[in-house]
């Protein structure tokens, strides 16, 4: 399938919407990129996760508490995903672009690569985001059917039954399969990735074995063969629900889009930053904790919009966003509380689950 372009307007809501939130760096004197706070909590949740581990592998605990380990461990995977990750790969994690590329390694330690990354998330979801056949992350058949236009298995007339399993696998599939997958095909469904450089090569499969290493070696030669399979299970299967769930509730909620470009001239009918707007919701953005847990992923239209501002400001520039979407007349998604972005996504997979 050929990239769609996006509509051209002579009045441009992006270009207007730049401006003040450039305009808003400027007069408040602050940076773009993370802070202190930040920083902090990398801190944080890095050293917490290196101390799990430690405890988890080396020390044996009571099978209750290693269960509870397990599980913590999975949601510290997630956040150092959502917090340090996800912000580094982006360039917004720190205005040094070493800092930031340190950042993203994170991903290769926890067992991803930040190649592919760079490829799925900040190329074709950030520019295509639910347009069918190329934003890969609403491609999840046959399980799961995120959209209208995706073939209809018997299998989802019950998918909003069982995608909290099919949730469940998403990091363990994504580690040990789908990684391997776009690397020895070259591309990531539809999309042909650019080409490895020998280093990108060398840090695929040396930080693959690392990964191997450290979490499969290790605690199999302490633990046991058994007892290491029970235990990443329960920590990748709660990683896996982690990850999932903030992303299908930013883009696969009853109010969001699933556009389509123009059969004839291959154009989408919006221009960038509305199709933006009409693909991706907010969701409990005044709920400070699950904002520090998630890295502000709570605010996925603010960072559909600006990914390469750190998550630390989208507090403070949703105002303004929401301000010119009203002065525009633009949609603006948002779910007041997570358990409504929920429900809502549990709707449209319901809605789904018929031919």
Not at 56 to 78: H, K, M, R, S
Not at 143 to 150: H, I, K, W, Y
Request: one cysteine or more; hydrophobic letters at 45%.
């Amino acid at each position: 399938m050929a990239s769609p372009k996006f509509s051209t307007v002579s009045q441009s809501f992006h270009s207007e919407l730049k401006k003040r939130i450039s305009d808003y760096f400027t007069q408040a004197g602050k940076s773009s990129t993370g802070n202190f706070s930040l920083y902090f909590k990398a801190i944080v949740l890095v050293v917490s996760f290196v101390a799990v581990y430690i405890h988890l592998v080396f020390y044996t605990p009571t099978t209750w508490l290693a269960i509870i380990e397990c599980i913590v461990l999975g949601g510290l995977t997630a956040a150092i995903g959502f917090n340090v990750m996800h912000d580094g790969l982006h360039g917004s994690f720190s205005r040094y672009k070493w800092v930031n590329e340190l950042a993203g390694l994170s991903l290769n330690f926890l067992g991803a690569n930040n190649f592919m990354w760079r490829s799925k998330h900040n190329i074709i979801h950030h520019t295509y985001t639910n347009i069918e056949g190329i934003d890969d992350d609403i491609e999840a058949k046959p399980l799961l059917r995120l959209c209208e236009t995706q073939k209809y298995y018997k299998i989802h007339r019950f998918q909003h039954w069982y995608f909290w399993l099919a949730y469940s696998l998403l990091y363990i599939w994504w580690v040990f399969f789908t990684d391997y997958k776009k690397y020895f095909l070259g591309r990531i469904g539809a999309t042909s990735l650019t080409k490895m450089s020998i280093g990108d090569h060398l840090s695929f499969w040396g930080f693959k074995l690392l990964h191997a290493f450290i979490f499969m070696a290790v605690p199999i030669y302490t633990l046991g063969f058994s007892t290491w399979v029970i235990g990443f299970l329960i920590y990748g299967m709660f990683t896996g629900v982690v990850l999932s769930i903030v992303f299908q509730l930013a883009h696969t909620v009853e109010e969001t889009h699933f556009p389509r470009a123009n059969a004839t001239t291959g154009k989408m009918e919006d221009e960038w930053a509305l199709h933006q707007l009409k693909t991706t919701a907010n969701f409990a953005t005044r709920n400070r904790l699950i904002s520090w847990l998630v890295g502000g992923l709570n605010f996925q239209v603010e960072h559909h919009l600006f990914p390469r501002i750190s998550h630390v400001h989208y507090p403070a520039i949703s105002k303004i966003i929401k301000k010119a979407c009203q002065d525009f007349g633009m949609p603006y998604i948002e779910y007041p509380k997570m358990r409504l972005a929920l429900a809502s996504h549990i709707s449209h997979l319901k809605h789904l689950s018929r031919k």
